[in-house]
């Protein structure tokens, strides 16, 4: 299953979706959307679009984006994979149709989401929600944000997770594509390669990951055992 990876900004890589896909052996290629056009997208199997701080609605200054929205729509339609994280989630939303706008506020940081009776009965959202070591079933579980837009749900689109700031953390389109406003695929580096220039509480934060990454990774990874299967 070859897979594409998105990147709309340097400082935001697959993560731990990378080195997922390199130790199970599944052949993927990375495009940093700033310096490389996209090519021979129908060869690849799976589309994965990345975070960055830019807007959704900033496509006249950031014109692969509107490329992005054309690839998945183009995924979706071949049955194809495709996974949106952040930013990524919110490109899949307009490129469905709905609308992507700036939120109540800023949600940075480890927070709850809860699972909506849809996501509950979903099969890849039950991966992300049973602990990984107790093997119980949480409803609600943090998870690592960091955004300040967020989007409607597309038509024909199914809600899978909310949370107290946005309540639309998470769709499901068909049956093969995902879109995450949470960052999925952090890792410890990244959490605090991106807090570094930031006016945040960066011992609180610091403190969290420690506490909570271990557990977030399991999730991460049952979950993406299930979706590149």
């Not at 594509?177 to 610091?206: R, T």
Request: net charge negative.
């Amino acid at each position: 299953m070859p897979v594409l990876i998105l990147k709309n900004i340097k400082t935001e890589g697959p993560g731990t979706i990378g080195d997922f896909l390199k130790e199970n052996g599944i052949s993927y290629k990375i495009i940093e959307l700033a310096d490389e056009k996209i090519e021979d997208a129908e060869k690849f199997d799976a589309l994965i679009m990345m975070g960055g701080p830019m807007s959704v609605n900033d496509s006249d200054i950031y014109t692969y984006i509107s490329r992005e929205e054309e690839l998945t729509r183009e995924f979706i339609k071949k049955n194809k994979k495709v996974l949106g994280v952040c930013l990524g989630a919110q490109i899949m939303s307009k490129a469905l149709g709905a609308r992507v706008y700036r939120g109540t506020g800023p949600e940075i940081g480890w927070h709850n989401i809860e699972l909506t009776d849809s996501g509950i009965k979903d099969d890849l959202m039950k991966k992300l929600a049973i602990h990984p070591k107790a093997g119980d079933f949480w409803k609600k579980f943090k998870v690592f944000h960091w955004h300040g837009e967020t989007f409607d749900i597309p038509q024909g689109a199914t809600r899978l997770a909310k949370s107290d700031l946005y309540p639309n953390q998470a769709f499901k389109y068909n049956e093969n594509a995902y879109a995450f406003q949470f960052h999925i695929e952090v890792s410890k580096e990244m959490v605090y390669d991106w807090l570094k220039n930031e006016p945040l509480d960066q011992n609180e934060l610091k403190a969290e990951t420690e506490k909570l990454y271990e557990i977030y990774y399991g999730r991460a990874v049952n979950f993406y055992k299930a979706f590149f299967k």
